[in-house]
């Protein structure tokens, strides 16, 4: 079973600071990684994933997020923000092919990102 | 190309009745999952099918239950609803296995 942990409900801060939205996780088995922004009364938007290879990955709208496989961890980043990306955002890990085929995904309880002016 | 739809978008239903939730995936995919999301229990996995076969099924009691047309449309129905039903359901398509999965706007249930 796999389990995802975002330890901050909520980053409050400055537009054009820098910012880290940390994520846990916790499998048994070989895992893909994503990151998903909801914002308000909208859907999930992928921002990016991990599958394999190089263990940065970039995303859209200047994220990234680096896996790291010995503290089985995924953190989002961005060095500078803005007000438009105030929203939810989901850390979620499903099984990689050959742990079992399936799109499953689990989510953690997400982190409210504030952007302030 | 047209994104996934979802409907209705809004809905209100009586405890007790059911209700039945429609998803049109992107056109070619062939994967499309359910889930719920609820502020106390944030989003959990219902149903998966490919291929209009159930490939995985989460922690849900068995007043869920969904079916993938040969169009790979997607349909989940609650019956019975309960007050705790109340939630943003949110169905999501894609390609195959570990292809990006593409997420619809949602429809919202509220049980009265």
């Known amino acids: 079973a796999q389990s995802v942990t975002q330890l901050d409900s909520q980053v409050p801060v400055f537009e054009e600071a820098p910012v880290e939205l940390r994520c846990n996780y916790s499998s048994s088995v070989s895992v893909y990684l994503f990151w998903y922004v909801q914002y308000p009364n909208q859907g999930l938007q992928l921002l990016l994933k991990y599958l394999s290879g190089s263990t940065l990955v970039k995303g859209i709208n200047g994220f990234e997020a680096e896996f790291n496989k010995s503290q089985t961890s995924f953190h989002l980043r961005k060095p500078s923000v803005h007000i438009s990306d105030t929203a939810e955002y989901f850390c979620a890990v499903s099984p990689a092919a050959g742990g079992g085929a399936t799109n499953k995904l689990i989510f953690g309880t997400g982190t409210l990102l504030a952007v302030q002016p | 190309k047209a994104g996934v739809t979802q409907t209705p978008r809004y809905l209100i239903k009586t405890r007790g009745q059911q209700v039945t939730l429609s998803c049109s995936p992107i056109s070619g995919h062939r994967s499309v999952s359910w889930y719920q999301q609820t502020p106390g229990q944030g989003l959990q996995f219902l149903f998966e099918?490919?291929?209009?076969?159930?490939?995985n099924k989460g922690n849900f009691p068995g007043r869920f239950s969904g079916r993938q047309f040969s169009n790979s449309r997607s349909e989940m129905n609650v019956s019975t609803l309960e007050l705790g039903d109340s939630a943003l359901y949110l169905c999501?398509?894609?390609?195959?296995?570990?292809?990006?999965?593409?997420f619809g706007p949602g429809t919202r249930l509220t049980v009265t």
């Open positions: 999501a398509s894609s390609l195959a296995t570990g292809s990006e999965q593409y």
């Open positions: 099918y490919f291929s209009e076969t159930q490939r």
